[in-house]
T-cell receptor, first 113, second 110 residues
């Protein structure tokens, strides 16, 4: 266990649904990240939050909407997704003074039907 | 384009043998990190080597970094079946942004 939890672990949704992914860490980290991992592709950074402020949006479509209400929680709100959005979505966090080492959650396996 | 690119894409070895994975990157980095991922799970940080370091050890892991060639290697000695996983290098650019490679799938046969 890395100390980063993600719920749900598996999610199946239709293209017209709205759902949210949740990430939580109690490691005292100040930075949180969303990554997308598709089969046979490198991990893609989606969003970065530092001290609850979004500092990176890697040209992610607006059907993905992140929210960071505090340094311990991160959400990814999903709406009108496409089948190609099916992937493993990973959350990570990093320590204030060792910001380069990231701690990952187990991921949410998302299937869009 | 991605920073880290690993080779080989897949590696199959016998338990007890050494496994070597290579990574190349394109631009200047602050450090380079290696992560491991078991099937369908999150990534686990293994080791970090700074841009001014050439070699680093951690248990059965040995990492080298050649900034002139923009390349790194990860050596796992005396491999075990439990080492079976995907291994990723990640280039640390500005701030806390990491750019990952596509990974090497390692299978250790017992």
């Amino acid at each position: 266990e890395t100390g980063v939890t993600q719920t749900p672990r598996h999610l199946v949704m239709g293209m017209t649904n709205k759902k949210s992914l949740k990430c939580e860490q109690h490691l005292g980290h100040n930075a949180m990240y969303w990554y997308k991992q598709s089969a046979k592709k490198p991990l893609e950074l989606m969003f970065v939050y530092n001290f609850k402020e979004q500092t990176e949006n890697n040209s992610v479509p607006s059907r993905f909407s992140p929210e960071c209400p505090n340094s311990s929680h991160l959400f990814l709100h999903l709406h009108t997704l496409q089948p190609e959005d099916s992937a493993l979505y990973l959350c990570a966090s990093s320590h204030p003074t060792r910001s380069y080492e990231q701690y990952f959650g187990p991921g949410t396996r998302l299937t869009v039907t | 384009s991605q920073q880290g690119e690993e080779d080989p894409q897949a590696l199959s070895i016998q338990e007890g043998e050494n496994a070597t994975m290579n990574c190349s990157y394109k631009t200047s980095i602050n450090n380079l990190q290696w992560y491991r991922q078991n099937s369908g799970r999150g990534l686990v940080h293994l080791i970090l080597i700074r841009s001014n370091e050439r070699e680093k050890h951690s248990g059965r892991l040995r990492v080298t970094l050649d900034t002139s060639k923009k390349s790194s290697s990860l050596l796992i000695t005396a491999s075990r079946a439990a080492d079976t996983a995907s291994y990723f290098c990640a280039a640390s650019l500005y701030g806390n942004k990491l750019v990952f490679g596509a990974g090497t799938i390692l299978r250790v046969k017992s």
